[in-house]
T-cell receptor, first 114, second 110 residues
């Protein structure tokens, strides 16, 4: 079946630094990938839609300058949390959509900002 | 605005009992509905989608447009069904982005 990977699986960083998270579709091409954020014991909240070769579409309330998304190829999207602060600590999950418009989810990346 | 409501945070049943996980949505058009499942320490995975009209692991879900519901049902719960279940809605033409409900934790006891 379709597999989506994320790297790193967890990261700890100092306040003010930037963190890049990678999302890869391993055995299929994905023109569209999605980035979600999940707080403890809460549901997934869509942050942005990432389209290969074009600018990402951000959901209302998500700062595009804070969360930079790049979808440079059909198998890779990256999310960069710039100038991270403790309130950015969360679980970030990506998904990739195949040609049947089914979303496959990555295992998530836990970010802790000190 | 589109919204998905899962009224129960926790559903606790005994093995062999019937299960119904409730999901209601608000959308004026014709959405596509999904159920996703997340087992302990595993990633989110698709359980079923309403257009497929199939049964996966004994689970079924019927889209009721009149009641704007997409409840997930299983006649006889198994311990291995214990997991977090999320109902999700996809708006046609909206990049197929998913709007998730808050989720319901199903606990099946022996």
């Amino acid at each position: 079946g379709a597999v989506v990977s994320q790297h790193p699986s967890w990261v700890i960083c100092k306040s003010g630094t930037s963190v890049k998270i990678e999302c890869r579709s391993l055995d299929f091409q994905a023109t569209t990938m999605f980035w979600y954020r999940q707080f403890p014991k809460q549901s997934l909240m869509l942050m942005a839609t990432s389209n290969e070769g074009s600018k990402a579409t951000y959901e209302q309330g998500v700062e595009k300058d804070k969360f930079l998304i790049n979808h440079a190829s059909l198998t890779l999207s990256t999310l960069t949390v710039t100038s991270a602060h403790p309130e950015d600590s969360s679980f970030y999950i990506c998904s990739a959509m195949d040609s049947q418009e089914t979303q496959y989810f990555g295992p998530g990346t836990r970010l802790l900002v000190l | 605005a589109q919204r998905v409501t899962q009224p129960e945070k926790l559903l606790s049943v005994f093995k062999g009992a019937p299960v119904e996980l409730k999901c209601n949505y608000s959308y004026s058009g014709s959405p596509e509905l999904f159920w996703y499942v997340q087992y302990s320490r595993q990633r989110l995975q698709l359980l079923l989608r309403h257009i497929s009209r199939e049964s996966i692991k004994g689970f079924t879900a019927d889209l009721n447009k009149g009641e704007t519901s997409f409840h997930l049902k299983k006649p006889f719960a198994q311990e291995e069904d214990s997991a977090m279940y999320y109902c999700a809605l996809s708006v046609p033409g909206g990049y197929n982005k998913l709007i998730f409900g808050a989720g319901t934790r199903l606990a099946v006891h022996p």
